[in-house]
């Protein structure tokens, strides 16, 4: 069982930026996937960003530019860097730890919401 935490959801004001932690703990895979997806009020859950634990990283093209993700393997934390937030990134923010037999672990979510 794998156990997902995360920190550093808030308030930001358009333009701003925010810095989203998930840190992975149980019995971690060595070989993962570890991401970011998000849920907006009344949309389905898309993809933000992902990385391997090789470090290969994919974007949504909605944040492409503006998202930086990035791990520590050695922490098995998972970071999402976003910056020139827009309103539009309004929703809850879900890390996500996929192994290698494709089965999903969840975060409990954090709210990034973005208003002047």
């Known amino acids: 069982q794998v156990q997902l935490v995360e920190s550093g959801g808030g308030l930001v004001q358009p333009g701003g930026s925010l810095r989203l932690s998930c840190a992975a703990s149980?019995?971690?895979?060595?070989?993962?996937?570890m991401g970011w997806y998000r849920q907006a009020p009344g949309k389905q859950r898309e993809l933000a960003a992902v990385?391997?634990?090789?470090?290969?990283?994919n974007y949504a093209d909605s944040v492409k530019g503006r998202f930086t993700i990035s791990r520590d393997n050695a922490k098995n934390t998972v970071y999402l860097q976003m910056n020139s937030l827009k309103p539009e990134d309004t929703a809850v923010y879900y890390c996500?730890?996929?192994?290698?037999?494709?089965?999903?672990?969840w975060g409990q979510g954090t709210q990034v919401t973005v208003s002047s």
């Open positions: 990385i391997n634990s090789g470090g290969s990283t």
């Open positions: 996500n730890l996929r192994d290698v037999w494709l089965r999903d672990n």
């Open positions: 149980g019995r971690v895979p060595s070989t993962n996937a």
